[in-house]
């Protein structure tokens, strides 16, 4: 899927300050307007050495190393104000939601295997201290 054919994502401006970019729905419960948003990145706003002006970077609104789940609800009162992203910035987001996406597989990965790895080491542990390790079983 080419990243012109993502969905448009929404600025999310927050009631305590915080600027969000983020794939938006909008639903309804029994206290009224309720916003889900998907994969939220925090806008943050980084002066240029080199030309002065202010750079625009991404960051995880919340980390998935603290919250695996990276769907939020928020209520229509702790919104400001919510409008479509530039097609640029569209762009920037989902590469940068790519980006992330593939971090956080990669570093599932790694865990596991890891994990892997431990479980082989105590393996070899309890057949060390039973004394089979190294010995050659044949059936």
Not at 60 to 81: A, G, L, N, Y
Not at 109 to 126: G, I, P, R
Request: proline share 4%; aromatic share 12%; net charge negative.
């Amino acid at each position: 899927m080419d990243i012109s054919d993502y969905p448009n994502a929404k600025l999310v401006r927050l009631q305590n300050g915080d600027d969000i970019i983020s794939e938006v729905v909008e639903m309804e419960d029994e206290n009224g307007v309720i916003y889900a948003l998907f994969h939220p990145l925090k806008v943050v706003y980084v002066p240029s050495e080199s030309t002065g002006y202010l750079t625009v970077a991404f960051m995880p609104w919340v980390f998935p190393r603290i919250c695996e789940q990276q769907e939020f609800i928020i209520h229509s009162q702790d919104i400001m104000f919510m409008a479509d992203v530039a097609p640029k910035m569209n762009e920037y987001y989902w590469t940068n939601m790519d980006y992330y996406t593939k971090k956080t597989a990669e570093e599932e990965k790694e865990t596991q295997k890891v994990e892997q790895e431990n479980s082989f080491d105590k393996l070899k542990e309890a057949l060390e201290e039973a004394g089979l390790y190294n010995k050659k079983v044949y059936h």
